[in-house]
């Protein structure tokens, strides 16, 4: 299969222009474009037109997600894949969203939306691409550098990682499990990330987080910082998960999506073995310092 990455991901939120004001000022994103609803952002070392939609809405949480394919002829493939599998699927007209060319549209076991799509605008990365400075000169707040991941919460694991093994071709890197062997969450990946997406057993359709890329534990404990300076609700601050080994710090949007600055993590192969962590040992796996679970983690979901 040839799906480049998770492109972007779409959040309802309460509050358009605070929202707004938090993703571009504090998050340090790139207001690109906007519509009736929603606003379009990018991170300074994404190439595409955006990789975060934001959309006025009454309740907080994740409208879809999305994965780009490398040539626009693979989403008839994937088309035939999926109904093959057993989802039903449909298309996007080009067009229905600012820069954006068709999509094709599913469903996945845990009931979120998740579409597939090739062409979207290109704007470049901040730095350009002919021998590019390391960083722009005008980063604001975190000074995000891409949308790496998310966490998204949802009963059927073992349904969601079949499709996105058997179906996506994607690897998993990462599980938690039970000791009957049920999965708590699950880690998969098709690029070199440790996650492109992954999923924690919970009520369908919700958000867990979404993952920003920061480079370095330098910037997480920034990211932190930035936080307690601006009234930012902290819940974890600067630590390391045990569960793909990055470095982390997490906090909530004003509309209550939690987010997380991320860095460092593992490097996976697709022929790695995928690494288990077992129940009794959830709270490292999570919280690998504090080696305890936080409540609110398991609880505030959008
Ligand atoms: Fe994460």
Redesign the pocket.
Known sequence: MSILRIGRIELRVLDLKESVDYYTRFMGLTETGRDDNSVYLKAWDEYDHHSLVLTEADSPGVDHVAFKVRHAEDLEDLNQRINEWGLSTEWLAAGSRLAEGEALVTTLPTGHRCEFYHQIERIGIAVGNTNPEPWPDDLQGVGVQRFD?C?LVGNDLEGATRFFVEVLDFHQSERLITADGTMLATFLHCTNKAHDIAFLKGPDTKLH?V?FYVGTWDNVLKAADLQSRHGVRTELTPSRHGLTR?L?TYFFDPSGNRN?A?SGGTFPYYDDEVVTWTEDQAGKAIFFHGREMIETFGEVFT
């Open positions: 991941h966490l987080h993952g990055g982390t997380e991320y």
